[in-house]
């Protein structure tokens, strides 16, 4: 065959393609993501503080 595998032993075709290029991306590094994640923890941080000044 010309991708150099047996039909019956290997397979029709090589498989998926190899390397990060392929790789599924998730987006958690993303600048956007970081963003997000540090006004939530600044937010989460705030509403601490207010939870504090009330309880005493």
Not at 15 to 38: F, V
Not at 48 to 56: F, P, T, Y
């Amino acid at each position: 065959m010309a991708n150099g595998r047996c039909r019956m032993h290997g397979g029709k075709s090589p498989g998926a393609p190899t390397g990060n290029d392929n790789a599924r991306k998730h987006g958690l590094y993303t600048a956007d993501a970081i963003s997000e994640r540090r006004k939530l923890a600044a937010l989460l941080r705030s509403m601490q503080g207010v939870i504090e000044e009330v309880d005493g």
